[in-house]
């Protein structure tokens, strides 16, 4: 069964830094795409972050990109979220996902918010 467990969030100060855990079970961190989304206050789903498997290339949305590091430690079997440089719009709940075939798997979301 594939599962995504993710701690970590809370609050922090504009300026700080924050990072992300997500286990994985299930599967192989190495195998698969993996990604986060984040769900700001009145907004919809935002696409923060990719990890490609074929050369571990990274993308980032426009709004985190230089600030933001995504990363996998296969051997922990874990996908992270470096988050540098907060700012209050970086408020939402966060989720990391997987994409296994035609299926995608998402994690409870945590909770970051930053107060100015």
């Known amino acids: 069964e594939v599962q995504l467990v993710l701690s970590g969030g809370g609050m922090v100060q504009a300026g700080d830094s924050l990072k992300l855990p997500c286990a994985a079970s299930?599967?192989?961190?190495?195998?698969?795409?993996m990604s986060w989304v984040r769900q700001g206050p009145g907004k919809g789903p935002e696409w923060v972050a990719v990890?490609?498997?074929?050369?571990?290339?990274?993308y980032y949305g426009n709004p985190v990109k230089g600030r933001f590091t995504i990363s996998r430690d296969n051997a922990k079997n874990t996908l992270y979220l470096q988050m540098n440089s907060l700012k209050p719009e970086d408020t939402a709940l966060y989720i990391c996902?997987?994409?296994?075939?035609?299926?995608?798997?998402w994690s409870q979301g945590t909770q970051v918010t930053v107060s100015s």
């Open positions: 996902g997987v994409t296994i075939g035609a299926s995608d798997y």
């Open positions: 299930g599967f192989s961190t190495g195998n698969w795409n």
């Open positions: 990890i490609n498997i074929c050369d571990g290339s990274t």
